[in-house]
């Protein structure tokens, strides 16, 4: 099983990109999946989840209003929109993925299966 995650890249103050998720392997229509971001030197913190049950979406204080996530069951595809980025959102953005992940633990780094990252960069 993999999550192929895709989408970064360079991109200036103020502008958007989205990344993707695309697992491999089995159908992740009913686990709940998550976008985790690393910058140089910090631990991994927690962007963002979609629920496997309902779709219901978690978002970090500090992109929520930005960043959207949200899923394609049809394409078993998960999607990070990034508006507005700034320079600290510069980090590797890791998917996530976990059957067993509830409302109390989304934030939590300790899913099952973990994309290989892809990297934003914001320039200033």
């Not at 200036?12 to 990109?17: T, V």
């Not at 978690?58 to 508006?83: H, P």
């Not at 067993?100 to 299966?113: A, E, N």
């Amino acid at each position: 099983v993999q999550l192929q995650a895709s989408g970064g890249g360079l991109v200036q103050a103020g502008g958007s990109l989205r990344l993707s998720c695309a697992p491999s392997g089995r159908t992740f229509n009913n686990y709940a999946m998550a976008w985790f971001r690393q910058a140089p030197g910090k631990e991994r913190e927690f962007v963002a989840a979609v629920s496997g049950v309902n779709s219901a979406t978690y978002y970090s204080e500090s992109v929520k209003g930005r960043f959207t996530i949200s899923r394609d069951n049809a394409k078993n595809t998960v999607y990070l929109q990034m508006n507005s980025l700034n320079a600290e959102d510069t980090a590797v953005y890791f998917c996530a993925a976990d059957i067993r992940k509830s409302l109390s633990d989304y934030d939590l780094p300790d899913y099952d299966y973990w994309g290989q990252g892809t990297l934003v960069t914001v320039s200033s």
